[in-house]
């Protein structure tokens, strides 16, 4: 898998996350809970699941999920019960009606719901140490088919659970660094106990460490698009983006993907943010800045400080339409803290279907933008052509300027000024750069 980041920059894991990461993946009680999640997902008819434990005495529900999910801490008797009944037979056993099986602990069968049931045993060692219960609050609601199902399965149960605190324990002492363990030694082992038991952790985990490298060392700059009046040909604004140094201009989109999937996309968004306002004061005071933010950097102190005195009517917001927004009153509440400041909003990569204009409902901005994939062609493809004028003819009735990305060819120009776009940007227009090789002057 190509990596976000060139691997010179990859510094090693430190043994500590890793041993985090790696004891979360082993912990008996989650390997349990994972067992009575794919359980309920594995017999159809199931409406809960649990692991209960025995003791000399009593079982106890130590995970549950599904319907049985609020009996954690429940103590069955070993002698009255169903669950004692399959430990005590190392078989597994099948209710079909609780009110009427003489093996179940009646009273506790309505107290969780259970009206029909399967119960079983784990085997350790030839001994039966607790049970696998799934459950349904009807009867009959399981047959033969469901039994030898979660027969096939009893072994495998019982040695992943034991398993789990035992591999626990041999991890902690594989992670433990000597007196004369050599760092690199260190996070040479505890990235191949990591790469082996949870590989996704391990990946993320290098991901981190190099972003947070990224952010840190400021290996990142500014390049700026132009905005242009498709009318005269000036260049009224412009969009910051930004590159990372030894990384293609094809990585960007992926590096800020990479560092929101690690839970550090909002500080890199507003360190990017940071990185291009100074140039603000260069721009003449007829252009504006366009800086890209996904909703969750709008609504963080992060942004607030970065933003400081910055004057707000010189500033665009663009927030991509490929942004999932959970929640748009928030949303709008939090940007109209930058609009009333003067601060535009735009939304980026606008396209067709309903979705995009849902999106520009809820939103209002100020600026549409059509994506690139709309311009592309749009002079000789009828579709894009409608789609396009659609967005026009939308924005015409809102109030909203329109802004085409991606314009390439004479044609795209030719055909996006007939249908009344006003403004765009493109490779024909002016590629990235940064800001003192730009004829901000025109």
Do not use: W
């Amino acid at each position: 898998m190509r990596r976000a980041f060139p691997s010179a920059t990859i510094q090693a894991p430190k043994v500590a996350a890793f041993k985090g990461e790696v004891g979360d993946a082993l912990d008996p009680l989650r390997m349990m809970q994972r067992v009575v999640d794919e359980a309920l997902a594995l017999v159809d008819n199931a409406d809960g699941a649990a692991v209960e434990l025995a003791d000399p005495v009593a079982m106890t529900y130590i995970v549950a999920g599904g319907r049985l999910a609020g009996s954690v801490g429940l103590r069955l008797s070993r002698e009255g019960s169903m669950s004692g009944a399959a430990v005590r037979s190392g078989a597994v056993l099948r209710c079909d009606d609780s009110e009427t099986d003489e093996r179940v602990d009646r009273m506790a069968c309505r107290q969780v719901g259970a009206r029909s049931m399967i119960c079983v045993p784990l085997l350790r060692a030839d001994a039966a140490v607790g049970v696998l219960k799934v459950s349904s609050q009807s009867p009959s609601a399981f047959d033969d088919r469901d039994v030898a199902t979660l027969r096939r399965l009893a072994s495998f149960i019982a040695f992943v659970i034991a398993t789990a605190a035992e591999m626990t324990a041999v991890t902690d002492s594989t992670l433990e660094s000597g007196d004369d363990a050599a760092a690199s030694e260190q996070a040479a082992v505890s990235q191949f106990v990591a790469n082996v038991l949870v590989p996704a952790a391990a990946r993320d985990a290098r991901a981190r460490e190099c972003i947070r490298s990224v952010i840190d060392d400021r290996q990142f700059y500014p390049v700026f698009q132009p905005i242009v009046d498709l009318g005269t040909g000036a260049i009224v604004a412009v969009e910051a983006l930004t590159r990372f140094t030894h990384i293609s201009r094809l990585e960007p989109v992926r590096c800020f993907a990479d560092a929101a999937a690690v839970g550090l996309g909002v500080e890199l968004e507003t360190a990017a943010v940071g990185a291009a306002l100074p140039h603000l004061a260069v721009l003449p005071d007829r252009c504006s800045m366009a800086v890209n933010l996904g909703p969750d950097s709008i609504a963080s102190p992060q942004l607030l400080a970065v933003l400081g005195d910055v004057d707000l009517s010189r500033l665009t917001i663009e927030i991509t339409e490929h942004v999932a927004v959970g929640d748009y009153p928030e949303l709008r509440r939090q940007l109209e803290a930058y609009r009333s400041g003067g601060a535009r909003l735009a939304v980026d990569d606008t396209g067709a279907g309903f979705a995009s204009f849902a999106h520009i409902v809820q939103l209002a901005p100020d600026i549409i933008k059509v994506d690139v994939d709309l311009t592309r062609g749009v002079d000789i493809d009828p579709v894009r052509r409608s789609l396009a004028a659609a967005v026009v003819a939308f924005a015409h009735d809102t109030g909203a300027q329109v802004i085409a990305e991606g314009i390439e060819t004479d044609g795209e120009l030719e055909a996006l000024q007939t249908l009344g776009v006003s403004h765009g940007q493109g490779y024909l227009l002016g590629r990235p750069a940064p800001l003192y090789e730009l004829e901000l002057t025109h």
